[in-house]
């Protein structure tokens, strides 16, 4: 379902101008002590990523750990007029990968933001996706999106892949320097979260604070079940959201006739079936995207967190990974639903050969029926 977080060891700092980075961050530290929050200790403008270390007016402690960039909207040939940007940029443009820390210990938030001091806002990317990462790359919104973050002071959405519908779905989140605390707790939350629950998660993060019984309800569990699966989970918290469809995938393939089902360890598929004398098949379960397409079919979110820096295409799953895909509808429907296709009857990825497109659609090939579907695979075997 999720694959294990890999957490950068080294954490690099790079040396950037004073000038340029104190409005930067000036913006968090002053959006923390609106928030009531005492400032502990923060790294200089002139050392990148910045480190703030705080306590909240409640007395918790956090830390961030923040790769931030100048957000404008400077008119560019060749670029749309309503177009926002910031550029992740450090030091010379030397072609290779960048790793963005994570803290293994859970003490510090990773962020990835731009921040535009002037109109007063910051959008806020997935730092886990975009690890590793070529710098002087950019990250587009549009002006509609300011509008609305400006409106509301809070703000989540799909980014746009015009030009690069190959590229994994990314969800960005905007706010005001009001919602910036807010920010902070939602990225330590949504750490390795797919971008379909990322977008559930921050259209959840400015309402009521989420409790046991809360999140025990929205899983359709036991409180003691919840904790119980925590426990035996060995990606931890970052993968509840993952091994809890897995879950009611399981139990929903149990009460089939003739079904034997079972989970699989590791990082490869999730579950392990056979169907009356039938051989082995793989399930892998994922989660179909928060928005539907225009068409108002649901999209699957269909590649791997993080992919290999000498392979890239390492991201993309093959049809030979698994018999079955069992796409959750929970991010669109808040409830814990499934639909079913061969995974050979996907489309296959435009560059990458032996892969299959991360750009999926839950179209006429996906089933309601999971037997219809594990018979078809099963035939295929």
């Given at each position: 379902?999720?694959?294990?977080?890999?957490f950068?060891?080294?954490?690099?700092?790079?040396?950037?101008?004073?000038?340029?980075?104190?409005?930067?961050?000036?913006?968090?530290?002053?959006?923390?002590?609106?928030?009531?929050?005492?400032?502990?200790?923060?790294?200089?403008?002139?050392?990148?990523?910045?480190?703030?270390t705080?306590?909240?007016?409640?007395?918790?402690?956090?830390?961030?750990?923040?790769?931030?960039?100048?957000?404008?909207?400077r008119?560019?040939?060749?670029?749309?007029?309503?177009?926002?940007?910031?550029?992740?940029?450090?030091?010379?443009?030397?072609?290779?990968?960048?790793?963005?820390?994570?803290?293994?210990?859970?003490?510090?938030?990773?962020?990835?933001?731009?921040?535009?001091?002037?109109?007063?806002?910051?959008?806020?990317?997935?730092?886990?996706?975009?690890?590793?990462?070529?710098?002087?790359?950019?990250?587009?919104?549009?002006?509609?999106?300011?509008?609305?973050?400006?409106?509301?002071?809070w703000?989540?959405?799909?980014?746009e892949?015009?030009?690069?519908?190959?590229?994994?779905?990314?969800?960005?989140?905007?706010?005001?320097?009001?919602?910036?605390?807010?920010?902070?707790?939602?990225?330590r939350?949504?750490?390795?979260?797919?971008?379909?629950?990322?977008?559930?998660?921050?259209?959840?993060?400015?309402?009521?604070?989420?409790?046991i019984?809360a999140?025990?309800?929205?899983?359709?569990?036991?409180?003691?079940?919840?904790?119980?699966?925590?426990?035996?989970?060995?990606?931890?918290?970052?993968?509840?959201?993952?091994?809890?469809?897995?879950?009611?995938?399981?139990?929903?393939?149990?009460?089939?006739?003739?079904?034997?089902?079972?989970?699989?360890?590791?990082?490869?598929p999730?579950?392990?079936?056979?169907l009356?004398?039938?051989?082995?098949?793989?399930?892998?379960?994922?989660?179909?995207?928060?928005?539907?397409?225009?068409?108002?079919?649901?999209?699957?979110?269909?590649?791997?967190t993080?992919?290999?820096?000498?392979?890239?295409?390492?991201?993309?799953?093959?049809?030979?990974?698994?018999?079955?895909?069992?796409?959750?509808?929970?991010?669109?429907?808040?409830?814990?639903?499934?639909r079913?296709?061969?995974?050979?009857?996907?489309?296959?990825?435009?560059?990458?050969?032996?892969?299959?497109?991360?750009?999926?659609?839950?179209?006429?090939?996906?089933?309601?029926?999971?037997?219809?579907?594990?018979?078809?695979?099963?035939?295929?075997?």
């Amino acid at each position: 379902m999720q694959e294990s977080l890999v957490f950068p060891g080294e954490f690099r700092t790079y040396g950037v101008s004073r000038k340029d980075r104190q409005p930067l961050l000036d913006f968090m530290l002053e959006a923390l002590r609106d928030e009531g929050c005492r400032i502990l200790h923060s790294s200089p403008a002139s050392e990148a990523p910045f480190r703030i270390t705080f306590e909240t007016a409640q007395g918790e402690r956090m830390g961030i750990v923040a790769y931030a960039f100048l957000a404008n909207s400077r008119l560019t040939k060749n670029r749309p007029d309503d177009e926002h940007r910031f550029q992740l940029k450090y030091g010379s443009k030397d072609g290779l990968l960048h790793d963005l820390w994570q803290d293994p210990f859970g003490l510090y938030t990773t962020l990835l933001v731009g921040i535009n001091p002037e109109l007063g806002f910051f959008v806020g990317a997935d730092p886990v996706l975009h690890s590793p990462t070529r710098l002087f790359i950019s990250i587009e919104f549009k002006q509609r999106h300011v509008e609305e973050i400006l409106a509301n002071g809070w703000h989540a959405w799909e980014r746009e892949r015009q030009r690069a519908p190959e590229e994994p779905v990314e969800v960005l989140i905007g706010g005001t320097p009001k919602s910036f605390l807010s920010y902070v707790r939602f990225e330590r939350d949504a750490m390795g979260e797919d971008q379909g629950h990322r977008q559930l998660l921050a259209e959840r993060a400015r309402k009521a604070k989420p409790t046991i019984h809360a999140l025990a309800r929205e899983f359709q569990l036991a409180e003691k079940e919840v904790f119980d699966l925590i426990e035996s989970a060995h990606r931890l918290k970052v993968a509840v959201r993952g091994s809890v469809a897995e879950e009611h995938l399981f139990r929903q393939l149990k009460k089939l006739p003739g079904m034997d089902c079972s989970r699989l360890p590791g990082d490869g598929p999730d579950l392990s079936v056979r169907l009356f004398d039938s051989r082995e098949m793989t399930i892998e379960c994922k989660n179909v995207l928060r928005k539907p397409n225009r068409d108002g079919l649901a999209r699957l979110d269909f590649q791997r967190t993080r992919a290999a820096k000498s392979d890239p295409c390492s991201r993309y799953y093959s049809p030979k990974d698994f018999d079955v895909v069992a796409a959750c509808l929970h991010s669109v429907t808040e409830k814990w639903e499934f639909r079913f296709a061969l995974s050979g009857r996907l489309d296959p990825h435009a560059k990458c050969i032996g892969k299959l497109s991360s750009n999926v659609h839950l179209d006429e090939r996906w089933s309601k029926d999971p037997l219809e579907v594990l018979r078809a695979a099963s035939a295929n075997l």
